[in-house]
């Protein structure tokens, strides 16, 4: 399948982390027997990933700035483009060897992302999405999940980790949602619960205290595949209040009236 000159770009990019994080997996999997623990492996790894992601990047389109996970934000020449990047999103599922991991990369113009990859390379299943050109996956367009029943629904969400978040906020939102749906889902790896979404596996997903890079690329996925991404508000961007709701038109919706007034 043809894709723009922009895209192509990206897709390199991922798969070329996505190599480098893959060796980066057997060798973790071999140090979990290790006294130290893969740990600091693990956070070489992510950095090895951003910087790979940056040289290349940067090769490609000379001079847009770079948002990254490790690296924090690196100014470029032309400041209407910057790259939002999480080398690899999912880390604590990286970490014990569950291959539910990713690489994600949005693009921004004049604030509004444009396009998006997100690539899970224990897979090898790789979304692409453009403005107005829709989300695909692995060639295959993607369409957001068409369920009107809440009580028909699989719903993502994330848990605040150790030390962070609200933990009763969190168990009061989970404890409300399972009440409603069919079945609730926790992966650990925000940007493809996002991906999940566009694909139409999830029919919905929340969660809070987000990063830009984990949702960027996932935002434009989900709304070229004709869903709907906002804040805990509803029509709020979740890229400034860092708290997430997303499905379809519908779910979206459903979960917003159900989670704003907790
Ligand atoms: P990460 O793996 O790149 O850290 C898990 O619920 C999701 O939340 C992951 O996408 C994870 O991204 C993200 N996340 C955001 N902030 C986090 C934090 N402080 N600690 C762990 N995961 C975080
Ligand atoms: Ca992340």
Redesign the pocket.
């Known amino acids: 399948m043809l894709h723009s000159a922009l895209i192509n770009v990206m897709v390199k990019a991922a798969r070329h982390a996505g190599r480098s994080l893959k060796r980066d997996l057997g060798e973790v999997e071999h140090l979990q027997v290790s006294l130290k623990g893969p740990a600091n492996f693990v956070t070489m790894a992510d950095k090895r990933a951003e910087e790979l992601l940056y040289a290349d990047l940067t090769k490609s389109r000379p001079g847009y700035g770079f948002i990254g996970?490790e690296g924090g934000t690196r100014e470029g020449a032309d400041k209407s483009h910057t790259w939002i990047v999480?080398p690899?999103?999912?880390?604590?599922n990286f970490l014990h060897g569950i291959p539910q991991f990713a690489i994600s990369i949005g693009l921004q113009r004049e604030g509004t992302i444009i396009a998006g990859v997100i690539y899970n390379p224990a897979n090898d299943e790789l979304y692409i999405a453009e403005r107005g050109k829709g989300a695909f996956l692995n060639d295959q367009r993607l369409r957001v999940a068409g369920r009107r029943q809440l009580d028909e629904c699989v719903v993502g969400c994330?848990?605040p980790?150790i030390g962070?978040g609200d933990h009763d906020q969190s168990r009061l939102e989970m404890t409300a949602i399972q009440q409603r749906v069919a079945g609730l889902r926790r992966f650990?790896?925000?940007?493809l619960d996002m991906a999940f979404v566009a694909a139409g596996r999830l029919d919905g997903y929340w969660?809070r205290?987000?990063?830009p890079w984990?949702m960027a690329a996932g935002q434009i996925m989900i709304r070229e595949a004709g869903g709907v991404v906002s804040g805990m508000a509803g029509d709020d961007d979740p890229l400034t209040t860092g708290h997430l709701i997303c499905g379809n038109e519908f779910v979206h919706k459903e979960l917003v009236k159900i989670l704003k007034p907790l």
């Open positions: 996970e999480d690899l999103d999912g880390t604590t994330g848990l980790h962070r650990g790896a925000a940007s969660e205290n987000l990063q984990d």
